[in-house]
């Protein structure tokens, strides 16, 4: 956090719900398409009509990788960087790290920024915890989000890390009231 300027207690507060939220616990550090039918919804980019045939079945607790793999492919494909479905980008460049680092551009950026080369090796950040870290603190910089938590605009930092879907926004905000408590910001 020292790194990229997450030094005052509402960065920080802010900073660890987003990545409390973004990984799962604190438990994943690579992005899981292990969704519901009706879940897939929150990919635009996922045919309505393949969803059932994509989603994770009644009688399966996880969904297939190729399925997984599918799914990513779709929902990611010809985006920020990203080639089409069948370039395989949307799974290569899933989202990994604390963060969830997603789309090739990301990638690129963050990795010139680390000093690591992560177009040729995007599995580093959900194989060295430093590094997901890192990855975490970085967009988090990159993207104005000490900015916003200074601000208390944590709505903000949720479009920036998240877009404009503000998935789950309510409980990283639950997140959020915890770590303002553990950080005693009134």
Request: proline share 4%; glycine share 10%.
């Amino acid at each position: 956090m020292g790194e990229f300027g997450i030094s005052t207690p509402a960065r920080r507060a802010a900073f660890l719900a987003q990545i409390r939220h973004e990984s799962g616990g604190l438990t994943q550090l690579t992005e899981s398409f292990n969704y519901r039918p009706e879940a897939l919804a929150i990919f635009s980019r996922v045919p309505a009509a393949m969803r059932a045939q994509l989603g994770r079945h009644p009688n399966e607790t996880a969904v297939p990788i190729d399925r997984q793999r599918q799914i990513a492919n779709l929902a990611y494909g010809n985006r920020y960087g990203n080639g089409d479905a069948a370039s395989g980008d949307g799974w290569r460049y899933r989202g990994r790290g604390l963060k969830q680092i997603t789309f090739r551009d990301n990638y690129r950026a963050c990795g010139r920024a680390l000093g690591v080369d992560l177009l040729e090796n995007p599995d580093k950040l959900a194989t060295d915890d430093t590094l997901a870290a890192r990855s975490a603190a970085w967009f988090w910089f990159a993207n104005g989000c000490n900015e916003a938590a200074d601000k208390g605009d944590f709505a903000q930092v949720t479009r920036i890390i998240n877009g404009p879907a503000m998935d789950q926004h309510e409980k990283r905000v639950t997140y959020w009231a915890a770590a303002k408590t553990a950080f005693a910001i009134a």
